[in-house]
């Protein structure tokens, strides 16, 4: 009957634990962008595309 009790006991403590880690990313603004997430793969990158396109130009530069 004790090792019940010591179960219980161990759950609360660590359901109180998650629901204070929660809390926490909540404030901390984890969940404030919904957005942008669903979107990000439709989106170009900017940086991606100026890499691939540098060398290019430079090769068209030096042929040309």
């Known amino acids: 009957m004790k090792i ?3 179960l219980i006991a161990t ?3 660590l ?3 998650f629901l204070v ?3 926490w990313a909540v404030r901390g603004g ?3 962008d919904e957005y942008t997430p ?3 793969i ?3 990158d900017p940086s991606a595309a100026t ?3 540098q060398p290019l130009a430079n090769n068209e530069s030096n042929t040309g």
């Open 21 to 23: 880690a929660f809390f």
């Open 51 to 53: 890499a691939d396109n």
């Open 30 to 32: 984890q969940y404030e």
């Open 38 to 40: 669903s979107v990000r």
């Open 4 to 6: 019940i009790f010591l």
């Open 15 to 17: 359901a109180l634990g």
């Open 42 to 44: 439709l989106l170009d």
């Open 11 to 13: 759950s609360l403590l």
